[in-house]
Nanobody, 124 residues
Framework: QVQLVESGGGLVQAGDSLRLSCAAS????????MGWFRQAPGKEREFVAA????????YYADSVKGRFTISRDNGKNTVYLQMNSLKPEDTAVYYC?????????????????WGQGTQVTVSS
C-alpha cells in the first residue's frame, strides 16, 4: 500500500501559478504510475495529468495541456503539479492518485490509492 498526502493548494488570482505536491509513504514510490485529478462542486472527478514510473512519459488532459506540468522525484517520494496561467475554471479540489498498472490512463478507476485532496481556488 501507499499513503498519499497533497499540499500546496490555495486561493490565487487568474493568471497566477501554484505548485501542488503529493508526498507518498509506504511501499516503494517508484513502482507506481502517478496521476492528478480534480473535482469541482457538482461535477465528476476529472483527469488532469499522469506520469510514468521513471518520469520519462507524461499525459495531460486537453484542458490543461501547455499550462500544467507533472513531474516526480522518486528520491523524495513526491509528485508535483506545476500549474501556470490559472483560470477560474481550474477551481477544484485536486487529488493525487497512484496506480500499480503499467500504462498511463485517464480513468479514475485505474488508480488504486488516493490522497485526501487540496483545494485550489482561482478568482477572476
Amino acid at each position: 500500500q501507499v499513503q498519499l498526502v497533497e499540499s500546496g493548494g490555495g486561493l490565487v488570482q487568474a493568471g497566477d501559478s501554484l505548485r501542488l505536491s503529493c508526498a507518498a509513504s509506504g511501499r516503494a514510490f517508484s513502482v507506481y504510475i502517478m496521476g492528478w485529478f480534480r473535482q469541482a462542486p457538482g461535477k465528476e472527478r476529472e483527469f488532469v495529468a499522469a506520469i510514468s514510473r521513471s518520469g520519462a512519459t507524461t499525459y495531460y488532459a486537453d484542458s490543461v495541456k501547455g499550462r500544467f506540468t507533472i513531474s516526480r522525484d522518486n528520491g523524495k517520494n513526491t509528485v508535483y503539479l506545476q500549474m501556470n496561467s490559472l483560470k477560474p475554471e481550474d477551481t477544484a479540489v485536486y487529488y493525487c492518485a497512484a496506480s500499480g498498472g503499467g500504462v498511463l490512463r485517464s480513468t479514475y478507476t485505474y488508480y488504486n490509492y488516493w490522497g485526501q485532496g487540496t483545494q485550489v481556488t482561482v478568482s477572476s
